[in-house]
């Protein structure tokens, strides 16, 4: 069973790797939430997790200053899956810019670095709740011979505080 520090490992391992999640603002009366890539810059864990993004997009337009967000990820396995929380902020910072730029963000903006489009969100992630996947051939065979699921599935999940 892994601790809450090795799940939260496992998710910015994931998170490094996958890099797709669904970007979402916390608004009760609106459903903006998009697939994005993030990017975390160097060695940070715990972010902030950079997004590349166009100021014509809707996302964008609805963002009012910093605004309270969330990220919904699951890794290409499906073995994790986490909701992230954080504030979301529209955030140009060229030294950042000039950092994460790589050739996939490129193939975005024609007019490379310098594209008037060009919109760089910065999300500070504050809490997550983290899920391991506890349905395997491993799960189902415990499960024949009397395990709980319940109580085996609870030593999979945790909420872990990231700022």
Not at 57 to 83: M, R, W
Request: charged share 30%; glycine share 6%.
């Amino acid at each position: 069973m892994p601790t809450p520090n090795e799940l939260e490992a496992k998710l910015w391992k994931a998170l490094r790797s996958d890099m797709t999640v669904m970007l979402g603002l916390e608004r009760s009366n609106d459903n903006l939430i998009r697939p994005m890539t993030v990017q975390i810059d160097g060695d940070a864990d715990r972010g902030p997790l950079w997004i590349f993004s166009a100021n014509d997009t809707e996302l964008v337009k609805a963002l009012g200053g910093s605004e309270n967000a969330f990220i919904s990820f699951a890794d290409k396995g499906h073995d994790l899956f986490a909701k992230i929380s954080g504030t979301l902020t529209l955030d140009n910072d060229r030294a950042v810019i000039d950092r994460i730029w790589n050739r996939f963000v490129a193939a975005w903006f024609e007019q490379g670095k310098d594209d008037p489009k060009l919109a760089l969100l910065r999300f500070d992630p504050h809490q997550a709740e983290i899920w391991e996947n506890e349905w395997s051939l491993i799960a189902g065979i415990k499960l024949l011979f009397g395990s709980d699921p319940k109580r085996d599935y609870a030593d999979k999940t945790a909420n872990v505080r990231l700022d």
